[in-house]
């Protein structure tokens, strides 16, 4: 059985989908958590559900754009858990669906602050709390959307700070390994949760097409790769 027992995780983007999922598994598996996103209420609820079966957990809603609020996360994990040893930073947007030339700066620079610029504030602060408890995994939501062949109508923005979230990953992997800080991105296929938004059922099957198993994915699929991740069962996987 895969153990997280006296791991401390943060996980971001928690208030629904793989964030979610992810929070939910993490505890079950014995990690105490730290969870954030954007709606408190959410949040709560989350935590209410982990403390009825078992475990713990803390909630701090916030913005990951904002050094501010990554700091705090780290300060909580540390204040309240003793630590930090996982980081799941999986908060993200998708944006506005549309052309480049209908797409505006302002669009473009929330995407890629929400899913690049933010992963590089949250491991400023997550990595130095790793190595004050010798090692830890820090994993990223990237997504095959912008990676290799699959690029998608519409998803400029989006495209690019996926691509970019695995170049910061890559590099990130080669500056810790040494210190057994093991960095991995996930970079899941079609997902059902809010951010998969499909217009109509021939647009869903389209997406369903594009996989191997000609369907999307459950939250508590993707959330499942991201506990092997997080615990000991991946050692030697960075």
């Known amino acids: 059985?895969?153990?997280?027992?006296?791991?401390?995780?943060?996980?971001?983007?928690?208030?629904?989908?793989?964030?979610?999922?992810?929070?939910?598994?993490?505890?079950?598996?014995?990690?105490?958590?730290?969870?954030?996103?954007?709606?408190?209420?959410?949040?709560?609820?989350l935590v209410g559900e982990i403390e009825a079966n078992g475990g713990e957990a803390i909630a701090l809603a916030g913005d990951v754009r904002e050094d501010a609020h990554n700091q705090k996360l780290v300060a909580a994990a540390e204040s309240r858990f003793g630590g930090l040893d996982i980081a799941f930073n999986?908060?993200?947007?998708?944006?506005?669906?549309?052309?480049?030339?209908?797409?505006?700066?302002?669009?473009?620079?929330?995407?890629?602050?929400t899913n690049l610029s933010s992963a590089f504030s949250a491991a400023r602060y997550q990595v130095p709390a790793m190595r004050r408890r010798g090692g830890g995994s820090l994993i990223f939501t990237s997504s095959f959307v912008g990676h290799e062949t699959a690029g998608m109508p519409g998803m400029a923005a989006y495209a690019a700070s996926k691509a970019g979230l695995v170049g910061l990953v890559k590099s990130l992997a080669s500056d810790l390994g040494h210190?057994?800080?093991?960095?991995?991105?996930?970079?899941?296929?079609?997902?059902?949760?809010?951010?998969?938004?499909?217009?109509?059922?021939?647009?869903?099957?389209?997406?369903?097409?594009?996989?191997?198993?000609?369907?999307?994915a459950r939250p508590e699929e993707i959330a499942q790769t991201a506990l092997f991740l997080a615990s000991d069962a991946s050692s030697f996987t960075t």
């Open 1 to 45: 059985m895969t153990s997280l027992n006296e791991k401390v995780a943060i996980v971001t983007g928690a208030s629904a989908g793989i964030g979610r999922a992810a929070a939910r598994l993490f505890a079950q598996h014995g990690a105490r958590v730290v969870v954030t996103a954007r709606r408190q209420a959410e949040l709560d609820t």
């Open 90 to 113: 999986n908060a993200g947007a998708v944006g506005p669906l549309v052309q480049i030339d209908a797409l505006e700066r302002s669009d473009w620079n929330d995407v890629i602050e």
């Open 179 to 216: 210190e057994a800080i093991r960095v991995n991105a996930l970079l899941p296929g079609g997902t059902d949760t809010r951010m998969a938004t499909f217009e109509n059922d021939e647009q869903r099957a389209f997406v369903e097409g594009m996989h191997a198993l000609k369907r999307i």
